[in-house]
Nanobody, 128 residues
Framework: QVQLVESGGGLVQTGGSLRLSCVAI????????MGWFRQAPGKEREFVAA????????HYGDSVKGRFTVSRDHAKQMVYLQMNSLKPADAAVYLC?????????????????????WGQGTQVTVSS
């Protein structure tokens, strides 16, 4: 019911910043909790950040706390991930995900299995 398209990835130097965007195409965007995950080749999918439907609750993975900020704009149907102080370990495909309240699995926002819709991902490369 929701299509997600990420953008904003690219190549940055260690210590640099990137701002990722995710646009949601659908009629019920405001009802969805949204998450960001990342996955590098040969690595498991890792939780990055999540934001609730009303922006009342934010969650971050331990490895990005203090460096990344998640936000959303309901009017634009956009979710953002501001990434600062980037490290080579941050290099991955970053995926936007939507958690439908009508198919809640009760696993929590940090578990990728909670989410129902996924974007194709945007590549982030960090040079050392």
């Amino acid at each position: 019911q929701v299509q997600l398209v990420e953008s904003g990835g690219g190549l940055v130097q260690t210590g640099g910043s990137l701002r990722l965007s995710c646009v949601a195409i659908g009629r019920t965007f405001s009802d969805y909790n949204m998450g960001w995950f990342r996955q590098a080749p040969g690595k498991e999918r890792e939780f990055v950040a999540a934001i609730t439907r009303n922006s009342g609750s934010l969650h971050y993975g331990d490895s990005v706390k203090g460096r990344f900020t998640v936000s959303r704009d309901h009017a634009k149907q956009m979710v953002y991930l501001q990434m600062n102080s980037l490290k080579p370990a941050d290099a991955a495909v970053y995926l936007c995900a939507a958690d439908s309240p009508w198919s809640n699995r009760g696993l929590g926002p940090k578990d990728w299995r909670e989410y129902d819709y996924w974007g194709q991902g945007t590549q982030v490369t960090v040079s050392s």
